[in-house]
């Protein structure tokens, strides 16, 4: 052998001597038993796909910095935000919703912008979407929204009833529904897209005051899109096309980058104003909340290796630094559990010992120890319990998010504004939307609809309807409903709609 190749070894380091020729009894074999070579090696092949995730399976990432570039220290003591000019490094995962592990990057989905800014005080993630509202507003509603956008459980088909009857059944959607059916449901790649927290979050600053905050980061690449058919033909072409353009955009140094542009309302504001700050089917009008820009978002290298950075990050709402905390937005309260739960699952108790995972500018300094796959010294002989009188960490209570109030009756409650779900998709459709945008929206449902039965139809379209009477009465007339019963519809409560429009209605 020469000098300068490497040797093959087993998982052990041991030399290999035959990587080609199983050992066997005479020729052709049969094979030994004692070849234990070839059984490491077929039973770690048998072993090595993980539970994919159950949403977001399919997903790119890249490594970059964050800097800041105004200063916010009168809002939030995050360290990682307390200087202009500051860079701390981050890693990127964008992602399809519904799709599995293998499908297409050109889905009509919300696509996943999931970060992770390694800070000097502990890993803070920002789990968000191109999207800067969401289907539903509780998380008891989470799991079954999710089926109906996946596949019929009997023909394992995504199903156009199931994904509508749903939608229909549950008209906090029609935002989202409106964005998602917009071309902005099939960006044309992750660089040519927005992200935004979704979610209400709070800063506070290290006087105890806090803030409302919502975080818009914005391309500096321009919002580009496909239109339904380009996204058609790509899924074909090219199912991996954003991943593909993600990577080779990064290889050939042009590295993309968002603006992180912040709403900001005080506590006051927030219990005076005309929508529910924490609802997360609304936005705040930049009008009411105008966005001030903060910071920039660079991706400038791809990861050496898909499985160890991409597919095993994982990410967290509940990853707050000290400065950042929650709301009380419910999705965001059901998200703080979900995440860390699915990684434990797919990824075991120590999931947060993988190098992507594992804080890089801070010190993990605790009790919790052992568990499967605990891969660093576990702590070696130091204390694991506390108190205790041998040096162990303490807690730091300066670094505690101020108190805040909390009233009211503990019951399972009915949202108490329903009447404003139309509003906002009304002026997304009539005050923002160019024609040919309205054009494609209301050809993208069309399309789409026209596959559910006809009481889902007519009991979507009384949404669209409410939203907006022209939006509703295009795709209406795209479906050949009767206008009237549309309108008929549109004018009973949610309830009375879904008896109208039960099993059997409108179907021979
Ligand atoms: P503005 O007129 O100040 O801003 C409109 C916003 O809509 C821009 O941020 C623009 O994003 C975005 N937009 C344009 N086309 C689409 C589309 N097809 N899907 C989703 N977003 C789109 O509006 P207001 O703040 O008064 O809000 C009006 C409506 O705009 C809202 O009801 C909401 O639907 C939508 N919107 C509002 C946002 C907010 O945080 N206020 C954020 C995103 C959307 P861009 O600048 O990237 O082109």
Not at 126 to 153: C, E, M, S, W, Y
Request: proline content about 6%; glycine content about 8%.
């Amino acid at each position: 052998m020469s000098k300068n190749k490497k040797t093959l070894t087993n998982n052990f380091g041991a030399p290999v001597d035959d990587d080609q020729n199983s050992l066997t009894a005479g020729n052709p074999g049969p094979v030994l038993m004692q070849d234990v070579h070839l059984l490491e090696k077929l039973s770690h092949f048998d072993r090595e796909r993980i539970p994919e995730r159950v949403v977001h399976a399919k997903g790119a990432g890249a490594h970059g910095y964050f800097a800041v570039t105004a200063d916010v220290t009168k809002y939030t003591r995050a360290k990682f935000l307390s200087a202009v000019g500051k860079r701390t490094e981050v890693f990127l995962r964008f992602s399809t919703v519904g799709g599995e592990r293998g499908s297409a990057d050109a889905e009509r989905d919300p696509r996943g912008f999931a970060m992770k800014f390694y800070t000097e005080e502990g890993n803070y993630d920002l789990v968000g979407n191109n999207t800067p509202v969401f289907f539903i507003r509780d998380p008891l509603k989470f799991a079954d929204f999710i089926h109906t956008q996946k596949k019929n459980p009997a023909t394992n088909l995504k199903d156009p009833d199931m994904f509508w009857d749903f939608l229909s059944l549950t008209p906090e959607s029609i935002h989202q529904v409106t964005i998602l059916f917009s071309d902005r449901g099939t960006p044309r790649t992750y660089r040519h897209m927005n992200g935004f927290s979704s979610h209400t979050y709070k800063w506070y600053n290290d006087k105890g005051e806090y803030f409302w905050v919502k975080y818009h980061f914005k391309t500096e690449q321009g919002i580009q899109n496909l239109t339904r058919q380009e996204a058609e033909v790509m899924k074909g072409k090219d199912p991996d096309h954003a991943t593909r353009d993600l990577h080779e955009s990064i290889l050939r140094g042009e590295y993309p980058s968002w603006r992180l542009e912040m709403q900001i309302m005080t506590p006051e504001q927030a219990a005076n104003y005309r929508f529910d700050p924490f609802d997360i089917t609304k936005v705040w009008p930049h009008a009411d909340f105008p966005p001030i820009v903060i910071g920039r978002l660079v991706l400038n290298k791809n990861p050496e290796n898909y499985f160890a950075e991409v597919e095993q990050s994982a990410f967290s709402p509940a990853n707050f630094v000290p400065g950042i905390a929650a709301s009380p937005d419910k999705m965001l309260q059901g998200r703080l559990f979900s995440y860390h739960d699915t990684h434990r699952h797919r990824l075991g108790p120590n999931f947060h010992l993988l190098p992507v995972n594992a804080p890089k500018a801070s010190q993990v300094d605790n009790y919790q120890r052992d568990g499967f796959m605990r891969s660093d010294g576990n702590f070696g002989g130091s204390p694991n319990y506390y108190p205790n009188s041998f040096g162990g960490p303490e807690p730091r209570l300066e670094i505690a998010e101020p108190s805040f109030e909390v009233s009211g009756k503990a019951a399972r409650q009915k949202y108490v504004h329903p009447n404003d779900d139309f509003v906002q998709a009304g002026a997304l459709y009539k005050k923002v939307m160019t024609d040919a945008d309205r054009d494609h929206l209301v050809g993208n449902i069309v399309d789409h609809l026209g596959g559910a039965r006809k009481r889902i139809q007519y009991r979507q379209c009384a949404l669209f309807y409410k939203a907006e009477q022209e939006y509703g009465r295009r795709v209406a007339q795209g479906l050949n409903l009767d206008l009237k019963e549309v309108a008929r519809l549109a004018g009973m409560s949610a309830e009375d709609r879904a008896k109208e429009t039960a099993a059997g209605t409108y179907e021979k």
